[in-house]
Each structure stands twice: as C-alpha cells, then as structure tokens.
C-alpha cells in the first residue's frame, strides 16, 4: 500500500531552496511556462523508467501487483489527505483493469474522493470505496458473525469479498453461547468453499467451525467485549490456539485481511477448476 509522506510543516528549508523559489515566481510567464512543462515531463519519463510503479511524488502505486497477485494494489485511507487518495486512485484505475479499492475511508472523505474520481461506490458500514468491481467468480465464501457487535468488521470482510468477484453468504448472530443458531445453518457451511468467521469475546467460533466444515476456515478476532477481551487479544489468542487444526487467523478487525485471504484460496481453486 502506498504509505503516507511525513507533514512538512515546520520544517526549515534551506536559504538556497527559498531563493529557488523566489527566483522561480519573478521569471516571466514564458519561462514559467517552460519550467512547468520540463517538470511534467521528467514526471512522465520519471513514471515511464520506474518500473512497475507509478511514482507521484508523494506515494509509489505498485501497478504491477495485479500481474502479480491478480489484484490490484489497495488503498488504506486513514492518515492520507484526500489529494492523495485520489491521486493514488487514478493512478491505479489507469495502471490496472481490475477492481481498485480503498478500505477504512470515512464517509466525508469518500464523498469528497469519490466527487474527485467518478465511478466508485462507497459503503459506509464496511468503509470501503470500490471501482470497477470484479465479476463473481464460481468460489463461494460464508461470513459468518458471532455477534450483532461483530457485524461492522464482518461487513468489510462481506464487502471487500464482493468487490474483488467472490461469491459471499452472510451469515450473522451464530455464536457460540447459542450454539444451536449456529448448527441450523450447517448445510449453507458445509457448501462453502472458504468461511470467514469473525469473532469477539473468548473467539471460539471458528473452533467450532472448523470441526463442523472441511473447507479453509478464516478466523477473525475482534475487539468486541468486556475488559479481559484486552481489545482483541483474548479471541487472537483462542484463535490460534484452535484445537480444530488448520485454522487461519488474520489481525485482529481485520475484515480486509480475511477476504484478501480468500481472494489468494480462490486464485488457486479457480485455475485448478478450469484446468479440469
């Protein structure tokens, strides 16, 4: 992802930087005009040499990672202005076909960002901005919530899921202090091809689950709960000390992570798929 470029105010140039400047804005029109143009174009040659990467100054898309990984480098909105999202995001629609998103944007800056950039769709539950949104591909992912609580971090695992073509059933309010809710719902389980199950609490649905079902299973820990929750520690720690072997757990409200996770199991099941 690209990163964000420390603040520069309060920092002092150097006389010499000033004098530039100073020098720069008494020139005549003409040769402003001139220093304008021959920086735009060490910009193009810059961007054209590079690589791989579109470098703006302030961030490097990575343009190739789509070649790569079959999917477009994401955007994380917090800590970047909105000039700089959008212009992450332009470059990523020019450099790739695929689906470009940007997760955990606030719901003014998307509207701002999506004012700037048209085409994009934002859901405010997930915080996720979406271009382009890929076509559903034939691999089928159940989001599955312990809690009411735990619905905002399974909502962007839902949404990024969908945005990048997987096929997403969600399943909510099946923890485990209920546990029948949870086995009413095992035949729309056992036809997954992955499940993501998010969790808050002493996180033990994906335990659970991973005795239940044969496919991958993706544990989330939340930092949904009471003071001995730690703010997510307890359930990552639950989760990785799953009894039922084989669960993969992600960072801790990390809905993205978990449909990233997905998205690398549906790559491989896919081409298999087709081989066949």
């Known amino acids: 992802m690209a990163e ?15 004098r530039r400047e100073r020098g720069t804005s008494d020139r005549a029109p003409e040769e402003r005009g001139g220093a304008s143009r021959a920086r735009e174009h060490a910009g193009a040659e810059r961007r054209q040499l590079s690589g791989g990467f579109d470098d703006l100054g302030f961030a490097r898309p990575d343009t190739d990672r789509e070649a790569r990984l079959g999917l477009p480098e994401v955007v994380y909105g917090p800590g970047k202005t909105v000039e700089q999202v959008v212009g992450v995001v332009r470059s990523l629609l020019a450099g790739n076909e695929g689906p470009v998103l940007v997760s955990r944007i606030a719901a003014d800056d998307a509207a701002e960002v999506g004012a700037a950039v048209e085409g994009g769709s934002y859901d405010p539950v997930a915080r996720l901005l979406v271009w382009r949104p890929a076509a ?5 992912v159940v989001v599955a919530s312990a809690g009411t609580s735990d619905w905002p971090v399974a ?3 839902a949404a990024v899921a969908t945005a990048i073509g997987l096929q997403v059933d969600e399943v909510r309010d099946v923890g485990v202090a209920g546990v029948h809710r949870l086995l009413a719902e095992t035949e729309r389980l ?7 199950c998010v969790a808050g609490m002493e996180g033990a649905l994906p335990s659970v689950v991973g005795g239940l079902v044969g496919c991958p299973v993706i ?14 520690v307890t359930p990552l720690l639950a989760m990785l000390s799953s009894c039922a072997a084989g669960v993969v757990v992600v ?3 990390s ?6 996770a997905a998205h690398r199991m549906a790559l491989r099941m896919t081409a298999q798929r087709v081989a066949r």
């Not at 105010?9 to 930087?17: D, K």
């Not at 559903?136 to 089928?140: A, E, L, S, V, W």
């Not at 809905?255 to 990233?260: E, R």
Request: aromatic residues 8%.
């Open 4 to 18: 964000h470029e420390p603040p520069l105010a309060g920092r002092r140039r150097p006389a010499g930087e000033a």
């Open 136 to 140: 559903p591909r034939p691999f089928r």
């Open 155 to 157: 909502a962007e695992a």
């Open 190 to 196: 056992a036809a997954a091809d992955a499940v993501i």
């Open 219 to 232: 544990a989330v820990p939340t930092s949904v709960g009471y003071g001995a929750v730690f703010e997510g």
């Open 251 to 253: 960072n801790i409200d």
């Open 255 to 260: 809905g993205f992570g978990a449909a990233i």
